[in-house]
């Protein structure tokens, strides 16, 4: 490990890469606590666009965070999404959309979501021993990481790969219109000015394109040393 306190494996990347599956996976064989902060956003984004808030009046947005109670529950088993609980409320299924998706990437654009969620990250992370999985955990919620890792793919792969979930999920999916929104995802994330989507300095970058998920899991097991 390296010499710093936080035993803490990070893992950023655009949409569709695999990093859920990944980060579960790693998480489960590291013994470690699995921190989605991507389901976070998404919270943020259900509330906000259900209680009709406009984004760019910034004290609705404050007043909306000041009430919000967000809980993450363990998944089940290493192959299921972890449970979202907003408001006592489980949103689990309504937040993992494509919709949704592009609503997060909004509100993650927005300082004061930015701030309170990053402080959110850094208090579970305090502790140690988490995987955690977005797209600034390497660079901005977790520095110090032992361990970093940008993981990405062609979009088109993505899109494939996306597609099959919702199509098992039993939703009818436009490919032509996924692929746009994951394109238009990518460029608002990596040009956003709060915490865009960039490959730490140190972080291991894997182009999981055309490796499955136990390879790159292989890969990833073959940097950590606990």
């Known amino acids: 490990m390296k010499n710093n306190i936080q035993k803490i494996?990070?893992?950023?990347?655009p949409s569709g890469v695999g990093k859920s599956t990944i980060s579960r996976r790693?998480?489960?064989?590291?013994?470690?606590?699995y921190l989605d902060t991507g389901a976070m956003y998404r919270a943020v984004g259900y509330k906000l666009q259900k209680n009709d808030v406009d984004l760019g009046d910034e004290s609705a947005v404050q007043q909306c965070l000041d009430t919000i109670a967000l809980q993450l529950l363990p998944a089940a088993t290493e192959?299921?999404?972890v449970s979202v609980i907003l408001d006592d409320h489980d949103i689990s299924l309504a937040i993992r959309s494509p919709q949704m998706s592009m609503m997060a990437s909004k509100v993650s654009a927005i300082p004061a979501v930015r701030e309170k969620l990053t402080r959110m990250q850094q208090e579970i992370g305090e502790k140690g021993c988490i995987v955690a999985e977005g797209r600034d955990t390497g660079t901005v919620v977790f520095p110090g990481a032992s361990w970093k890792f940008y993981l990405d793919a062609d979009p088109e792969e993505r899109m494939r790969r996306r597609a099959a979930q919702l199509r098992l999920a039993g939703?009818?999916?436009?490919?032509?219109e996924l692929l746009q929104m994951i394109i238009k995802r990518d460029h608002d994330d990596q040009n956003r000015t709060i915490a865009p989507l960039c490959k730490a300095s140190d972080a291991v970058i894997i182009d999981t394109s055309r490796l499955s998920i136990d390879e790159v899991v292989q890969v990833m097991h073959s940097s950590i040393e606990v």
Do not use: Q
């Open 26 to 33: 790693v998480a489960a064989n590291l013994s470690f606590t």
């Open 171 to 176: 939703e009818e999916v436009d490919e032509d």
């Open 79 to 81: 192959n299921d999404e």
């Open 9 to 13: 494996v990070t893992i950023d990347g």
